[in-house]
């Protein structure tokens, strides 16, 4: 061979060895930049279910605050996915494409999820202190009754038993509020982690029977830490929270790996609703109606439907999960839920009607005054009625930038008529001129973020902070003319200042509410403001005085329930405008509690005895209000009473640890320490990481004589707590006393 020849040969080579290195290359990035469960192009839409679903069925169930779906790349929209543990149940199992939640918020949004039920069209569930009626049956309690174990671990206290979601579970485990007001309550949470390790806990000792695990996350919900650590996948603070929830998923399901049950438990995950990053202005979640924060996750294994990304494209809602899952189990609840089962969409030639998806976001009403906002989906479409018509082609502008109302009214009035109640006038059809104008903006702009910022202080135990962003809107809504604040707002600047120690200031305000709420026949956006009757005789910060000086609307007076279940496909029959004619307003029981917290605070204890009686009424489930009643009443002396009503709450919550500490507890100042050491050793077996039986425990071994007992108690204690928490030093000061007399 040639030279030139060999030359040409080495040249040819060396070209295609480079050629192979840029296609390895190419590759490499390609595969890194791939979401686990392969690409977006080549999903499956119809894959062939595998072998029928086996009986005896375990379920565990995931719901999730605050998980945009854009974070998610098994739904295609994060090359660099911070989920690869969701990722991964995607690819073993179904992803529902078009999932909403009715409220993107977290209480109504659980709600839904656990009754199958909407709340839109029941405004007494979309109040804060909202509960389930007595008669609503929920995913647990059906379960429960057909011989599965049940457990909840829930990390945000807006879930909590005081809502009703308890009813059903055998061990229900919430966070503490840690003494937190009444009225803010609800914003305590806990880490993901910490709700995770208990629940493998629980499973370790349940995986053998049938069980049903429920797991609420807090997490990605605001506040985001301000500096996370950086990596690849952690973009920024948000995506890093995103990612460590993720984590905590992926050991949930490993545990039910190693303990050998993931062949025979379904497994959920939902979000009960996103959140707004700027989004269209918004902040959190609850105010806008974008799929920033309606648009859910909803993913789906069930064992016996073996199958590789099965991606179902047609829209559901979240309260279709509960009926699905118990089709899936083989089971019925007492009554047909409104939510439809989602089952025959699971197989590859299964059909459903088109479900209409409706969608209402109560922050505006709740806080601001305002009329509620509404959104209805079909055909590709978003109609949404806030402070202006807005008309968003999905499928051409999946962000929602370009509003089409303007120039498709036909459209608008076409997708308005899926809806005649939120978006006409009356059930007969959609009046024109009333959908095409909209309704008058009441809120200026800027309120609702506001709102949010103080909310978000708030969760991260920042009162002074939350108290400046209210102090700000108050200056806002004296520029815009119109300085009404809601009772809704009332209570939460009064759970600000509480917090701040404020108690004489949070008690006007609070009374202004309560004054308001009791008030009937206003509705929020047809109120007024107005000046005080009378000047009150302390005074308060200047943005106490605006808001208690403030006239606000208010709501009916009598008992709330659920109601009727609307017939399916049709809207339902309350107005979703905030009315609550004829009903309770819920967030009642709030203020009542924290009334009783100002008064006992105060020493008016036969006042707050009363208060506290009053919200424990509107509000029998709350653990905490019973068991602030039955201290002010061991305060008041009056043992026999505080007894009664512990025994009272202990039927409604069997085994509940602190309300068991707290029987103990009276009965051991009621001269009955026997019954007390009881109660007291049952509280600490159920619940050994509380703090306070312990001391009581001691307390319960002096009154008896056992004094060795006693100290060994009052030294436990000590070792659990830190020095400078006030039960380690009523523990060291009572074990000294008992050193000196020995």
Known sequence: MSAPARRARVVWLLGYLALLLVAALFGALAWRLTPLEGSTLKRVRRGALHGPIPEELSLV?????????????????????????????????????????????????????MTGATPIGRPWLLRPGAALPPDAATLAEVLRGAGYQTAAFVGAAAVGRATGLARGFERFDEPRAGGLPATIRWLEERPAADVVDAARAWLEEHFRSRFFLWVQLADPAPPHPADPPRTLRHRDPYDAEVERTDAEIGRLLQRLASLGVAGRTIVAIAGSHGEGLGDHGERGSGFGLYDATLHIPLLLRVPGLAVRDRSIPEPVRLFDLAPT???????????PMEGTSLVPLLDPDGTLAPLPTRAEAVAFPNYLGDRARVAVRGGGFKLIRGTALELYDLKRDPGEARNLAPVQSDRALEIGRLWPEAFGRGAAGVDDGALLSG??????????ALVSDALTALRAGDGPKAWRALEELRALLQRSGDPTMPPGLLALAGGTLRLQGETRQALDLYETA????????LEPAAASGGPPAAARPHAAPPVAAAIAGAAAPGAGTSAAGLGAPAAPGAPPADPPDGSMAGRQDPLRALILAEIGACRRLLGDRDAAIEAYRDAVAARPDDVEDRLALAETLIEAGRMDEAIDELRASLSRAPGEPELLAGLGRAQVEAGQAEAGLRALQEAIRAAPWLHRPWLDLGGAYEA????????????????????????????AERERGLRSRS
Do not use: I, K, M, N
């Not at 779906?69 to 543990?85: F, W």
């Open 61 to 113: 169930l995931v719901s999730v605050d605050g998980l945009r779906v854009d974070r998610l790349g098994s739904y295609g929209d994060a090359p660099l996915s911070p989920t690869p543990h969701l990722d991964r149940l995607a690819a073993e199992g179904f992803r529902f494409e078009q999932a909403t939640t009715p409220v993107p918020e977290t209480l109504p949004a659980h709600l839904s999820l």
């Open 325 to 335: 899952l118990l089709d899936l189990l083989r089971l019925a609840a007492p009554r």
């Open 439 to 448: 309704p008058p903006a009441a809120a200026p702009p800027g309120a609702a």
């Open 514 to 521: 309560l004054r308001q709420l009791l008030t009937p026949g």
């Open 704 to 731: 008896l004589g056992r004094v060795d007992e006693a100290r060994r108690a009052y030294q436990d204690v000590q070792s659990r707590t830190d020095p400078d928490d006030p039960l380690h030093r009523q523990a």
